[in-house]
């Protein structure tokens, strides 16, 4: 599967700012998915995903503020982020991963290019 990450941009803290991630190749719904971060100087961590079985997760720094969905139809999925802080600032990732074997970086075999995320103060 191909991931294409897009929507990243400049947005003021508080603010809103939905991503996409859009798969080609092979039918999304067969994959667990993800959504990861990569701030400057610092290692990529798991933002959120939704297992096989629709079963949500999200990281402590994100819940209650980032919704993560997914358009089968579409073959897409979003990352709906609200209230936005500085520290939010950081190049978005997709990722996908066929066996369901957790949350690890290593775990995800395909990703898509980031998109950067700046939220001013």
């Known amino acids: 599967v191909q991931l294409q990450a897009s929507g990243g941009g400049l947005v003021q803290a508080g603010g809103s700012l939905k991503l996409s991630c859009a798969a080609s190749?092979?039918?999304?719904?067969?994959?667990?998915t993800a959504w990861f971060r990569q701030a400057p100087g610092k290692e990529r961590e798991i933002v959120g995903a939704?297992?096989?079985?629709?079963?949500?997760y999200y990281a402590d720094s994100v819940k209650g503020r980032f919704t993560i969905s997914k358009d089968n139809a579409k073959n897409t999925m979003y990352l709906q982020m609200t209230n936005l802080k500085p520290e939010d600032t950081a190049v978005y990732y997709c990722?996908?991963?066929?066996?369901?074997?957790?949350?690890?970086?290593?775990?995800?075999?395909?990703w898509g290019q980031g998109t950067l995320v700046t939220v001013s103060s």
């Open positions: 990722a996908a991963q066929y066996n369901g074997n957790g949350y690890y970086v290593a775990s995800f075999g395909y």
């Open positions: 939704i297992s096989l079985s629709g079963v949500m």
């Open positions: 190749g092979h039918a999304f719904r067969r994959y667990t």
